[in-house]
């Protein structure tokens, strides 16, 4: 039992249904991808010119959300040290909800890369809240737990954005797939009213407020300083390879999964109709077994951490990535059976961000802390939007299939092998004020 108190398990809840709309907005364009972006193009969905516009303007438009997320995640990361864990949070929270919804209401492609711009910069900006909220209010001796829980909501986050999907694209407007995808952007709004919810129950962390009234404004120059650069870099690395690597995965589940799919329903010679369920349950399927992995490696980063400490738990993490990665797309496997891997991708590949919400805040002392771990988490997704985008490009192309241009993600986990040396271990260490 972590043994909070009341109050303690209430801003917990907050954060974490923070980040968990945080990522349900966030991915909810790449479930509708294969209908949107031909219905904005004006071409028929399905077709092998829809296919290839998918895959490129997938990669290009969750390039251009992490670049979003990232402007965001430094940007509100620094306000978050000046006006507040709780004022950033919530002010996050309804950005994105905003620009997710506007989505549906896009007219072409260039309408829907404006507003995924303007949800990017709240989804960017709500981790460092959330996360330097969390680690400031609980016991020093539960940060990991409290820490690793706190990112199992964004398993929640994709369970909903795939359960979404499925019943309105694939229930309720399964025959107009045209225009189901706006209605899946509208259920972007679900994150504003749990704004409102937040707002009456909480307020800032005594720790924040004792360190602002005592000491000068944040400068996101100081991380680079000599007493802070070290940190900084520890935190950005392994943030970086955890991203280029999750990013460039899970943006295209539901393009490789729809892929395989009908390719094996022109195989059976099915009707459109069935092609279509098939598809959308190919997603569910591809989906469900990446978050269940993801839910389960994220609580295993609690025992790797506390045990092992956060050095030799990451050097696991990126090891069981590659494989995983390398398995998965490199080996000549049947369609179905790819879909049941991404278990161990999101098991290793999604699992390890559960480290995130108590490493990063850990690194930095409590006046800089919302700038230092936001900076390290999210300026990092300027790197890692080449990923996505390049594997779209190249598949778009036809050079490869996207699954044989995904094998090639698995290099980077072994980077981040190489980049242990500059990993800094923070077991057993107080958060420093």
Known sequence: MLKLTRYQWTVLFAAWLGWGFDVFDGLLFNYVAPNCVPTLLGLPIGSPEARQATLFWTGLLTSVLLLGWAAGGVIFGWVCDRIGRLRTLLLTMLLYAAGTAACA?????????????????????????????????????????????????????????????????GDWFKDTPETSWRYVFLFGLIP????FLVRLFLHEPERWQKAVSHE??????????????????????????????????????PVVSSGLARSAAEAQNLDRAATLAMVEHWKTLATTWFNLGGLIGTLLTIPAAKVLGRKKMFSIYWALSAAAIFATFGLDLPPQTRLYLY???????????????YYL??????????????????????????GPF????????????????LFYVGFVPLLGLAFMPWVIETRGRALVD
């Open 361 to 386: 805040p850990e690194l930095f002392p409590t006046r800089i802390r919302g700038t230092g771990a936001g900076f390290c988490y999210n300026i990092g997704r300027v790197i890692a939007a080449g």
């Open 216 to 253: 000068h404004k944040p400068r996101i120059a100081e991380l680079f300083g000599p007493h802070l650069r070290r940190y900084t870099l520890s935190g950005f690395l392994m943030a970086v390879i955890a991203l280029i690597t999750w990013w460039s995965c899970n943006a295209f589940i």
């Open 105 to 169: 209401l896009a007219a072409d492609i260039w309408m829907l890369l404006a507003f995924r711009i303007v949800a990017s910069l709240g989804i960017g900006g709500e981790w460092a809240a959330g996360a330097s909220m969390v680690a400031e209010t609980v016991p020093e001796k539960k940060r990991v737990e409290a820490g690793a829980l706190l990112y199992t909501a964004a398993p929640f986050g994709l369970f909903l954005a795939t359960y979404i999907n499925m019943e309105v694209a």
């Open 343 to 357: 278990f161990i991708i999101g098991l290793s590949v999604f699992g390890v961000f559960g480290s995130f919400t």
């Open 390 to 405: 390049l594997v779209g490009a190249i598949a778009a192309r036809g050079a490869n299939t996207a699954v044989e241009v």
């Open 192 to 195: 504003a009213a749990a704004a």
